[in-house]
């Protein structure tokens, strides 16, 4: 299980799409629009398939490979996507994967995945794209600085907690956190990749009210499991924080970055 749930995914959805780089994904765009067909693609950790359904459109000759190990994620992929063809659902776990699932693929994505990967994961995984000349698009990895425009005394230390937290394991390994696009970045240039890096910032202003308090809400038991901020000191920041949602001068800026990294063919 790894405890992201549907509700939560589609509430990031929309501050995903206008956060991703726009300059990586028209990058991305003609290295794949130029790569032989079939152009096929593999988004590992695809959740419910908020990446398939931000690139596919710009991509119709492509094929996809859609994986995950959580089968309701994937079910509800299936149902917001269809079941068409050069569409694939994989229930597999990244922790077992075969490496046949690699063949035929011109570039994998992951978006809000990298981050959650053990440095052992990421430099295995990067080892057999590269040994196959497949490139990489790792979105959206949180990259440790959330701020908010209207400040509370205890921002800094909630941050620091949670970065803390960033590298507990989550299922692949002592998590990179925010390290993941520098670790990834070095592994594909010491290849001799073309990479390129980009800030894809959420930017959370009261239209987004109800991903705010949801992000806020997780904030809790990562802050707690760290152990060096009391309940009621957290509660009583949490409150600030909720009661400045909507109003006009609070902006959330939570911080990612994006990776793109393909072989000079
Ligand atoms: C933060 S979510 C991102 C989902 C999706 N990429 C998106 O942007 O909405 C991370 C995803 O990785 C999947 N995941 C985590 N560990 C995995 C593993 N060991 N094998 C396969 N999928 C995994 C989770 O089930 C979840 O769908």
Known sequence: MSGFDKDWLTLREPADRDARSLS????????????????????????????????????????????????????????????????????????????????GVSMVTASALFDLCSAQFSDRFAAQLVGRNIGLYAALNYDGQMQWTVRHPFDEQVVEAFNRHQHFDKGLGPALGPDATDHLSSLFEASGFSVSV???????????????MAFLAGLKRPILEIGNIEEAAFSEWLDFRLSQIGSDDSVCIVGHTDLLAFPNL
């Open 198 to 212: 980009a800030t894809s910032p959420w930017q959370l202003r009261g239209d987004m009210a109800e991903l705010q």
């Open 24 to 103: 990586l994904l028209q990058s991305f765009n003609r290295y794949i629009s130029s790569a032989p067909p079939p152009r096929t693609i593999l988004d590992i950790g695809c959740g419910t398939g908020s990446t398939y359904r931000t690139l596919a459109p710009a991509l119709p000759d492509a094929t996809w490979k859609l994986l995950d190990y959580e089968a309701t994620l994937l079910e509800e992929a299936k149902r917001q996507i269809g079941e068409k063809d050069g569409i694939e659902f994989l229930c597999r776990n990244l922790n077992q994967l075969d490496d046949a699932v690699l063949d």
